[in-house]
């Protein structure tokens, strides 16, 4: 009886670890994934808010604060198609929605300035200052928007070596999102997350061929401008092409030695 | 009386940093000020805010006569800070209105250009690798007189360690000029604290403020009372 007691015990004691792990696997993937749902939600409503943006003086109230929160969530909703929107009080979670009030914040001036007619507040540039403040929040989680290395137009949004294997084999296998629990980050093993974004027609603007840039518009052929109005040449990109990534990492504090 | 042992007196010397901390003719607030007193004040603490000039600051910190000084980026002078910095600043350009250039990371459209720089910044490699001109700035006041130079337009644009000191809608002057910043070249401002302080009192404080800041961080509380304009 006592035996049998004992290895009953050494059992349950070999399988806990496992399945704990396990879990923990599935609870980092499903974390990993909400945050990149998040940021793309987040760039997807930037995008779609351009002529508000850009507008001189109309109410701009929704940009900013809870309002901005529950645009995010709206179209979190919709684009995924659910009726719920992750847990707020998931640390990663809460802090990645207050950076994004944050960063709003820092913009205001610039959004509110009448005198300004294209602000530049671009959904590549709000996902920046997103990655840049969230990085240093000390939560060992960091979120990107990237590309191909000779796709990016800033070096800071250049992939490191995991991504650009990720990136190749989302474009290889066609695949909708990659996750390694154990990719590396800056030498550590971390738990690294990817999935692409898709091109649509208003990423041409700026990143297709000068037929597309709405500033030739109406203009003689020989008269059209080869850069885009945000100063940058435009790269003949078609809709079938390779849009970008969104990369997330969960890294060890401890490891790395940052601070919490 | 400065905070040498466990005493709960605190005298903490600020920089004008606005909009964070505003130096009027009759006193300093702004919000960093709020969030500091709304910290210490839950633990007891009796505070007094005493405004400083950044060098006069350091030098009054490393004496002992102020135990704390704020906000202040790193610097070889102080050896102490608190263990994560208040906030964050980014480096820009500074532009009249109509010449305003949104996006820095396009720098073809910063050729030619005449750019002034305030003497001894360290420029963001964004800047140095473009073909703008780089016109440095001597002399006192550096910035006062940058944006006189900007405004005279004796020059196309002028670098800006911090441009939300002037460009922000709480300032008269970004009705004359708008900014954008070098994303990516961000420098933590700290909250250095005295040499003489003692090691448990710098260690209790630190503990007071990274809980603080694990609460809500000065940056999220500035952005609500923004919200709340």
């Known amino acids: 009886m006592i035996i049998k007691y004992f290895i009953s015990l050494l059992i349950l004691l070999l399988i806990l670890p496992l399945s704990t792990l396990a879990l923990g696997n599935t609870s980092k993937k499903q974390e990993i994934q909400e945050i990149a749902k998040i940021y793309s939600a987040s760039m997807q409503y930037i995008f779609k808010q351009q002529t508000l943006i850009n507008h001189q003086s109309q109410d701009k109230e929704v940009l900013f604060g809870n309002k901005f929160i529950d645009k995010i969530k709206l179209t979190y909703k919709k684009k995924f198609n659910t009726s719920s929107f992750p847990d707020e009080n998931k640390l990663t979670i809460k802090v990645l929605l207050e950076v994004m009030v944050e960063v709003m914040e820092d913009n205001k001036t610039l959004l509110l300035d009448e005198d300004i007619k294209f602000k530049g507040f671009i959904p590549a540039i709000f996902a920046f200052q997103i990655s840049e403040k969230y990085s240093k929040k000390g939560i060992g989680l960091k979120v990107k928007f990237t590309n191909e290395l000779d796709r990016v137009r800033n070096k800071f949004n250049s992939p490191d070596s995991w991504e650009i294997a990720a990136i190749g084999k989302l474009k290889q296998q066609a695949l909708s999102e990659f996750y390694d629990p154990k990719g590396f980050y800056k030498g550590s093993e971390s738990f690294r997350y990817i999935i692409p974004v898709t091109m649509s027609p208003m990423c041409l603007t700026c990143h297709g061929t000068p037929e597309n840039n709405p500033e030739n518009l109406n203009r003689p052929i020989n008269k059209w401008t080869l850069f885009d109005k945000t100063g940058f040449k435009m790269e003949h990109w078609k809709l079938t092409d390779f849009g970008g990534a969104i990369s997330v990492t969960i890294y060890n504090l401890d490891t790395l030695g940052e601070a919490h | 009386m400065p905070f040498y042992g466990l005493s709960k007196t605190l005298k903490i010397g600020v920089i004008e940093y606005p909009p964070h901390v505003i130096a009027s003719k009759s006193k300093i607030h702004g919000p960093a000020l709020s969030y500091i007193k709304g910290m210490l004040n839950k633990h007891s603490y009796n505070i007094r805010f005493v405004y400083l000039p950044t060098k006069r600051g350091i030098v009054e910190l490393n004496k002992g006569s102020i135990d704390l000084l704020l906000p202040i980026s790193k610097t070889a002078e102080i050896s102490h800070y608190l263990s994560r910095p208040l906030f964050h600043s980014v480096p820009g350009l500074c532009f009249n209105k109509k010449d305003f250039i949104p996006i820095l990371s396009s720098t073809d459209r910063l050729d030619r250009l005449i750019i002034g720089v305030p003497a001894g910044v360290t420029l963001p490699s964004a800047l140095t690798e473009s073909n703008a001109i780089i016109k440095i700035i001597e002399g006192s006041d550096v910035l006062s007189r940058g944006?006189?130079?900007?405004?005279?337009?004796?020059?196309?644009?002028?670098?800006?360690?911090?441009?939300?000191?002037?460009?922000?809608?709480?300032?008269?002057?970004?009705?004359?000029?708008?900014?954008?910043?070098?994303?990516?070249?961000?420098?933590?401002?700290?909250?250095?604290?005295?040499?003489?302080?003692?090691?448990e009192a710098k260690l209790k404080l630190d503990n007071i403020y990274m809980n603080y800041l694990n609460k809500e961080t000065y940056e999220f509380y500035f952005a609500k009372q923004g919200n709340d304009n």
């Not at chain 2, 405004?151 to 002028?158: A, T």
């Not at chain 2, 809608?169 to 700290?190: D, E, H, K, M, R």
């Open chain 2, 147 to 199: 944006i006189s130079l900007l405004l005279k337009k004796r020059i196309d644009s002028l670098y800006y360690p911090s441009p939300i000191n002037i460009y922000h809608y709480t300032n008269p002057l970004s009705n004359q000029v708008a900014c954008s910043y070098f994303y990516g070249y961000s420098t933590g401002l700290q909250i250095a604290t005295s040499p003489l302080m003692s090691h």
